[in-house]
């Protein structure tokens, strides 16, 4: 089955750390370009990250320096870790990914930033 299941949303004060995961399963992983959005309420849903098979990465300028994508191939694993966070990046985040075309997204996860 071809799915993508993220996990470690949650809440945190302003100033603090998450680490958010994907699980990637029935895709040729390695060779796959993977991102995270985010999408906060009443607004459009934006990219975040974005790390490519040669692992270079692309980010927002709202969260360089602060936020790091990376990847495990040997696990299926991406991961963004999220530092220095501020009130708004309170948002939903998705881990996305295309396959023949289509975008894939996993189910989403919430991250609530405190001020």
């Known amino acids: 089955q071809v799915q993508l299941v993220e996990s470690g949303g949650g809440l945190v004060q302003a100033g603090g750390s998450l680490r958010l995961s994907c699980a990637a399963s029935?895709?040729?992983?390695?060779?796959?370009?993977m991102g995270w959005y985010r999408q906060a309420p009443g607004k459009q849903r934006e990219l975040v990250a974005t790390?490519?098979?040669?692992?270079?990465?692309n980010y927002a300028d709202s969260v360089k320096g602060r936020f790091t994508i990376s990847r495990d191939n040997a696990k299926n694993m991406v991961y963004l870790q999220m530092n220095s966070l501020k009130a708004e990046d309170t948002a939903v985040y998705y881990c996305n990914t295309k396959r023949w075309g289509a975008d894939l997204w996993g189910q989403g996860n919430q991250v609530t930033v405190s001020s």
């Open positions: 790390i490519f098979s040669d692992i270079s990465t």
């Open positions: 029935g895709l040729i992983f390695r060779s796959k370009t």
